[in-house]
């Protein structure tokens, strides 16, 4: 694997003609960043930022227009590199937090990609929104639009979590948006982090429970993990707030894990779970079965028949590489076989479904076994399908298998 670096790229030849390769039969989905925030949450270290931190040529109000430049010139890449034009499988618009956005803006980017590459007639659509960034008018607007399903940022139900994670919105808010997405017919899914510092077990507690009450179609639970350069790493550096705790984190997955099986929600991948096979995020099982998106907006990643690349991360040079007709592409991969197999073992391995094992790796079930970490019947039939051990462990289970 060998990284490239770019300064904005040309349309004609950015894409290596081996991506062609198997193109008409892999999905393809399209991701959209909108990295804006009212406020940036102390854990967060996502490619957003706030208005102030914004000058001259990153305006939001602008910034529809110049992610759909991007679209109109992926698509000329794409079909420059000999790739037959496929339906979008799905759209996932994430952030920041889209939902600052008008519907309207929201809804031209999707417009652009249905006339582009066109949107499959079963595609699932999903925007991401925190629980005060949309208002009943907001969400039936969007499923008008087209958007299918929302992601709300709920993260816990207990205000001293809420706050230390620097989130904003009142959780009694959480249960409203939650009626107006399902009354303007979106699937819904909501998103919790559990370990934040303070928080015990009988928070997260309440949390899951007032998550089961209800009744989401989807669940996603995080870890908190403390990135170097947020404001809470240096609340930790400075001592004024503990680091999680990982066997406190642990013990925190599995009641989630517990409680959330007893009320019907199956887990497909060590961090999401659903109430049917149907309501599992596809988008990111994409991700996991490493088929193709491209990545629109700043600092968006993309994947390609085993090319990757990834945006500039400021608002202000992408759209200035977008003005200028060049993609804004800050560097690149092409990913051999063997980092190819890595990544699938990597990816496939959170899965539910399992990995599907190759001859070479067989002899290293049996020990996966014995150590709990594995599932003994489905090693059986040469499938890697982690126990609940096992997903507490996966990073162990990984490294064991490459």
């Given at each position: 694997m060998s990284p490239t670096a770019a300064a904005g790229m040309a349309v004609e030849g950015f894409l290596p003609p081996s991506v062609a390769e198997g193109g008409d039969q892999r999905d393809f989905g399209i991701y959209l960043h909108v990295p804006f925030c009212r406020v940036r949450c102390g854990y967060c270290d996502f490619n957003?930022?706030?208005?102030?931190?914004?000058?001259?040529?990153?305006?939001?109000?602008?910034?529809?227009?110049?992610?759909?430049?991007?679209?109109?010139?992926?698509?000329?890449?794409?079909?420059?590199?000999?790739?037959?034009?496929?339906?979008?499988?799905?759209?996932?618009v994430g952030g920041g937090?889209?939902?600052?956005?008008?519907?309207?803006?929201?809804?031209?980017?999707?417009?652009?990609?249905?006339?582009?590459?066109?949107?499959?007639?079963?595609?699932?659509?999903?925007?991401?929104?925190?629980?005060?960034?949309?208002?009943?008018?907001?969400?039936?607007?969007?499923?008008?639009?087209?958007?299918?399903?929302?992601?709300?940022?709920?993260?816990?139900?207990?205000?001293?979590?809420?706050?230390?994670?620097?989130?904003?919105?009142?959780?009694?808010?959480?249960?409203?948006?939650?009626?107006?997405?399902?009354?303007?017919?979106?699937?819904?899914?909501?998103?919790?982090?559990y370990g934040a510092p303070g928080e015990t077990l009988a928070q997260w507690q309440r949390s899951i429970d007032a998550v089961v009450?209800?009744?989401?179609?989807?669940?996603?639970?995080?870890?908190?993990?403390?990135?170097?350069?947020?404001?809470?790493?240096?609340?930790?550096?400075?001592?004024?707030?503990?680091?999680?705790?990982?066997?406190?984190?642990?013990?925190?997955?599995e009641l989630a894990a517990a409680l959330l099986a007893r009320a019907g929600y199956d887990w497909y991948e060590i961090s999401n779970f659903a109430r049917t096979p149907s309501d599992r995020c596809r988008h990111n099982i994409a991700y996991w079965r490493s088929a193709d998106w491209w990545g629109i907006g700043p600092g968006a990643h993309s994947h390609v028949g085993g090319h990757r690349w990834w945006n500039v991360k400021h608002p202000r040079p992408y759209a200035a590489q977008l003005a200028g007709g060049r993609l804004p592409v800050a560097g690149s991969e092409t990913l051999s076989r063997d980092d190819r197999e890595v990544e699938r073992i990597l990816l496939g391995v959170r899965l539910a479904d399992g990995l599907e094992v190759g001859r070479e790796l067989l002899a290293r079930l049996p020990d996966l076994v014995a150590d709990g970490l594995i599932d003994a019947q489905a090693a059986a039939g040469g499938r890697a399908v982690l126990t609940l051990r096992g997903r507490l462990l996966a990073d162990t289970v990984v490294r064991r298998l490459t």
């Open positions: 957003t930022y706030t208005s102030d931190e914004l000058g001259e040529g990153a305006s939001r109000s602008d910034y529809a227009a110049t992610a759909i430049t991007e679209i109109e010139l992926a698509a000329q890449a794409l079909t420059g590199a000999g790739l037959p034009q496929r339906e979008v499988r799905t759209v996932f937090t889209p939902t600052l956005l008008a519907p309207g803006e929201l809804a031209s980017m999707l417009e652009a990609v249905e006339r582009t590459w066109g949107v499959a007639p079963d595609a699932e659509v999903t925007t991401e929104a925190n629980p005060d960034s949309v208002d009943a008018r907001d969400l039936a607007a969007l499923a008008e639009a087209g958007f299918t399903r929302v992601s709300f940022g709920m993260q816990s139900v207990v205000p001293e979590v809420l706050a230390t994670l620097d989130r904003t919105h009142d959780p009694e808010r959480v249960p409203q948006v939650v009626r107006w997405a399902r009354a303007a017919g979106l699937s819904v899914s909501l998103d919790l982090i009450a209800l009744e989401p179609d989807h669940v996603s639970a995080y870890a908190l993990v403390v990135e170097q350069g947020t404001k809470m790493a240096a609340q930790v550096r400075r001592g004024e707030l503990p680091m999680p705790d990982p066997d406190d984190e642990a013990d925190k997955y």
